[in-house]
């Protein structure tokens, strides 16, 4: 417990103590199992000790998904427990068996009001997402079709880094970037060259979106 991101720092004496006054489920979920689906009432935290999860987002209209990988450990959409809006926005299955820690949300308050690191983390936590949203619309916008196809794929990403899967037909791409389809077609195969990505049929594997970014971002 005390390495996971909400308990750092915490001592020993304190996560007995929580654990005795708190409910605090652990579940051990096998491969493809289903955490949490799109649209789910966030009801409490949830906390990925051990394995790693798919993280599927899907947009407004269903015409497209982005999936990721989400690794442990780390906190499923904690900015989602309050709010106007306390619905889970995308859908994570697991990869692996993996070791899901659950805390409810009268707790995750208790939890708060009882420790000032659980408070701090927890805002830490929610803090950084939010800044990083809030500096996405005043990035520099690309001035070539790579960069724009990057910074799609980019700003509909939990993470910033690693390999992401999009599946997506090249018209509706095209359509999204207000480019011509071949045009399209000519640079992701071009980026299919340098390594960058995989080409599969209405599907775009970024292999490591990281090095995808650098010189566009």
Request: net charge positive; proline share 6%; with cysteine.
């Amino acid at each position: 417990m005390m390495a996971l991101p909400l308990f750092l720092g915490m001592s020993g004496n304190d996560i007995d103590e929580l654990m005795s006054n708190h409910k605090i489920a652990h579940h051990v979920y096998s491969e493809k199992r289903i955490v949490v689906a799109a649209d789910e009432p966030c009801n409490g935290l949830i906390i990925v000790a051990s394995g790693k999860l798919s993280v599927i987002t899907e947009s407004d209209d269903h015409s497209y998904t982005v999936e990721e990988t989400f690794p442990s450990p780390g906190v499923i959409q904690p900015e989602r427990v309050f709010g106007l809006s306390p619905l889970y926005s995308r859908t994570f299955v697991t990869k692996e068996k993996s070791t899901i820690v659950y805390i409810p949300k009268k707790d995750v308050v208790s939890l708060s009001d009882h420790y000032q690191i659980f408070r701090i983390n927890l805002l830490n936590t929610i803090s950084s997402q939010v800044q990083r949203l809030a500096r996405m619309p005043w990035r520099h916008t690309p001035d070539t079709l790579r960069g724009r196809i990057v910074r799609f794929v980019y700003t509909r990403c939990m993470l910033p880094a690693g390999e992401k899967t999009v599946i997506i037909k090249m018209a509706h791409l095209a359509k999204e970037l207000n480019a011509p389809r071949l045009n399209i077609s000519k640079e992701l195969h071009a980026m299919e060259s340098e390594g960058l990505i995989e080409l599969m049929r209405n599907k775009i594997i970024v292999k490591q979106l990281e090095k995808a970014i650098e010189p566009h971002s």
